[in-house]
Each structure stands twice: as structure tokens, then as C-alpha cells.
């Protein structure tokens, strides 16, 4: 039996002919992401050596600008990592800051066929680019930037045929959480994209999928190459590169289909994903006191055009605290260009610095005692986002953009014909 795109990737960077589910791999890592998280005073490690400087990008994300001592601490730390290393790729607080995957997508630093690691688990984002990339533990990270290699055990493989084009005012976002409530978890498999209906997406909306693979439990979440995701990369960076396609006889797990036509608007009710996603139907109508669209998955230009979108002749309820977090400065910039930041901000919606923040429950958005918030990022367990008594509903950008305006989860075709 051939390979799938994950096996394939891990077998040439191991220099093995061939792997198979169950096999334990050390490969080469290509790029390695140290985030603010990695400077911490509790966790950070005081690097001796480092065999390639120029495979380490250092990003600051979770906690920018700084809401306390230790955030700060930590942003010392890093720039001194940086000087002392001469690592060119940094992303401090500034014009070239932002959430460490939009990063990668905005400069290309996922290179087809290749390994990437961060300490953050929605690493698995950078898989659009048909790459693996998987968050790792601190401790794995520092030595994959030290020695330049890590370790994985083969996992089997669940291909996703995408079909179909997406439905008035349904997103990528809506397509996930119909995934993650009809198949559930996926812990210990990797997740592999492919299929006619790909064509149709956006590089914004496929990371969407990839992004979210991490609330399924997904060990790498991988697209087959295409045109648009191959020239993507080019643009934005020279480094020659291979694309790895999946075997014609790859052995799979299962083939499953992902009808987009099929997919409407959804939602996930609070305090998980997994086994707890609706229509949204069933909860239009609940009192919001917070709407939130932002985050890795959900903070693109393509996101916050559609929010303007939504929004435009509307304002947001007096009720309700809508925040806005775009991916990275570079998106914030576009969107400004182009006068959606304008919009947004007329509506009534605060537009905050490109951040983590409010989607781990940092800074610029906790939520209180009580409170009810819909939000278009990453996770909704309890305490995610604050007060562990407030209760977290995940939807679509146009949904929480909806959901805004009225102070009530609402159907976001109400806004969009």
C-alpha cells in the first residue's frame, strides 16, 4: 500500500523509503516557532547553543502589548534570545507582530513537504500549506530549536474529500463544526484534505479547517497542493521547496465526504465541541453580553470582511461588547486600507491589537461571572475565556457578527440574503 501526505512528508525528512502507522520517526524540522508562552519565567530554559538560527522564527503573541510584569519579563527574555542568536525572523510588538500562525501564512514560513513546530497546539494550522506541522510541548520545542530534529509516532490517516460549494452566509468555521459534531474525536489520527470542492476556497478559509483540527484532537491536519496554496507560498517566500501528494493506493483509515452544499449555519454549545453542536436554530434567541471574532482561526481579512459585511446599515446592540482581533498587524493594516476597519468601528465594534488575548482568556476581553459570549475563535470550555461561570457559545464570524447587532444568537441569513 502507498502512503498519504503525512507519511510521505515524515519518511523524507527521516530518510526512510517508507512508514507506517505505528512506526516511531525522527525527523528533520524545518521551522521552528518560539512564542512569548516559551519565555516565561517558569518555563524558560536558558539556550547554550543552537545548531541553525535561521530555521528558528521567535514570535510574540499570547499576552501583546504586555498586561502585566511577567508578560513583559518574558518579552525581554525573547529579545535577548534573539540578539544573542541573531535570528533574523522576529516578531516583536510592532508593524510585524501578530498571532504566530497567521504569521506563517502572512510570510510563507510553512514550506510544502517539510516539518514545523511551535508549542502551541493549534500548530496543526500550518498544514494548509501541506506541510506537518504539530504543537509540541516546551520542552520538545526548545530541543527541536537546539538540535533541529524531533520525534513522532505514525499515526493513521482519515481523508476528507471536500465537495460541493459553501451556501449563503455559511463559512469554513460552519463546515468544522458540522465535521467535529458528526465524527467527533480524533485523537491519535491524522486528518488529510483533498477533493473538487477545494478549488472553490480561499487560503483563509482552508485554515480555517486546519486551525480548528486541534478541537478534534488531530495529531496533523494536512491539504493536498493545489495551484493557489503552491503560488501562495511563492510569493511570499524564495526558499525551493518539493509538494508531496498522497499515493494513489495510500491507505487510509476511512475516505469520508464533506458536502459543502450540505453544511448551514452552526454552533457549538458551551463548554465543549465534541458531541455538542447544533443548528444554529437551537440557540437563537439567548442574551449574549459579549460577541468575539478573532484568533488563528478567525481573525483573516477574508473574517473580518464578511463581519463588515454583516454589520453594514447596523449597529451593535448596546448590550453587548463586540470585540474584533484581527490575525496579524499585516491583516489589521489591509483592513484599514480598505476601510474595514472604518466599518467596523462605526457599527460600534472595538477593534483591539492582533492577540491571543481574549480567545485563552489573557487580556483584552475576559469575560465575567455569569456572562454569556459568543465567539468565532478556537475553544469554548468552561473557563476558557474567563470567569468559569460564564458560558461560551462558538459560531461562525457572521454569526457572532449576527448574534451582535441583536444582543441574541441569531441566524446570520437573516443579515446576508
Known amino acids: 500500500m502507498g502512503m498519504t501526505v503525512a507519511e510521505k512528508i515524515l519518511a523524507r525528512n527521516g530518510g526512510l523509503k517508507k512508514v507506517s502507522p505505528g512506526d516511531v520517526v525522527t525527523v528533520e524540522v524545518a521551522a521552528v516557532i518560539l512564542i512569548d508562552n516559551n519565555f516565561q519565567a517558569n518555563v524558560r530554559v536558558d539556550i547554550l547553543k543552537m545548531r541553525d538560527p535561521s530555521r528558528v522564527i521567535v514570535a510574540f503573541d499570547h499576552r501583546v502589548p504586555a498586561g502585566n510584569q511577567q508578560s513583559a519579563a518574558a518579552h525581554v527574555a525573547g529579545r535577548e534570545l534573539v540578539k544573542k542568536f541573531g535570528i533574523k525572523r522576529f516578531h516583536d510588538v510592532g508593524p510585524n507582530q501578530g498571532i504566530a500562525h497567521q504569521l506563517i501564512a502572512d510570510h510563507g514560513y510553512a514550506l510544502p513537504g517539510t516539518v514545523l513546530l511551535c508549542s502551541d497546539s493549534h500548530t496543526c494550522s500550518a498544514g494548509v500549506f501541506n506541510c506537518v506541522a504539530r504543537g509540541v510541548g516546551g520542552p520538545d520545542v526548545v530541543y527541536a530549536a537546539i538540535k533541529g530534529e524531533t520525534w513522532f509516532r505514525v ?150 470582511t464578511l463581519v463588515a459585511k454583516v454589520l453594514e446599515g447596523h449597529k451593535v446592540s448596546p448590550n453587548v461588547r463586540f470585540l474584533v482581533t484581527p490575525g496579524s498587524n499585516n491583516i489589521y493594516r489591509e483592513a484599514l486600507r480598505t476601510g474595514i476597519i472604518q466599518k467596523l468601528a462605526d457599527a460600534g465594534a472595538m477593534v483591539t491589537p492582533s492577540t491571543c488575548g481574549a480567545c485563552g482568556g489573557g487580556h483584552m476581553g475576559v469575560v465575567g461571572p455569569g456572562e454569556t459570549c459568543i465567539t468565532a475563535t478556537t475553544r469554548n470550555f468552561k473557563g476558557r475565556m474567563g470567569d468559569p461561570t460564564a458560558r461560551i457559545f462558538m459560531g461562525s464570524p457572521a454569526t457572532i457578527a449576527a448574534s451582535a447587532i441583536t444582543g441574541v444568537i441569531t441566524d446570520p441569513r437573516e443579515f446576508i440574503k
Open 155 to 304: 499515526g493513521e490517516t482519515i481523508r476528507y474529500n471536500i465537495e460541493g460549494k459553501l451556501a449563503t452566509a455559511v463559512t469554513m468555521k460552519d463546515v468544522f463544526l458540522d465535521m467535529a459534531g458528526r465524527y467527533g474525536d480524533h485523537a491519535t489520527l491524522n486528518v488529510e484534505f483533498g477533493g473538487s470542492g477545494v478549488a472553490g476556497l480561499s487560503m483563509d478559509a482552508r485554515k480555517t479547517l486546519t486551525t480548528m483540527a486541534a478541537e478534534i484532537s488531530a495529531e496533523f491536519a494536512t491539504f493536498e497542493p493545489d495551484d493557489v496554496m503552491l503560488d501562495w507560498v511563492r510569493k511570499r517566500n524564495p526558499t525551493p521547496f518539493e509538494a508531496v501528494y498522497p499515493d494513489k493506493d495510500a491507505n487510509y483509515k476511512e475516505v469520508r465526504k464533506l458536502n459543502l452544499s450540505a453544511v448551514a449555519p452552526m454552533v457549538a454549545l458551551p463548554d465543549s465541541i465534541i458531541g455538542n453542536v447544533r443548528p444554529v436554530a437551537d440557540a437563537v434567541g439567548t442574551t449574549i453580553n459579549q460577541a468575539f471574532v478573532g484568533s488563528c482561526a478567525n481573525g483573516t481579512l477574508e473574517d473580518l
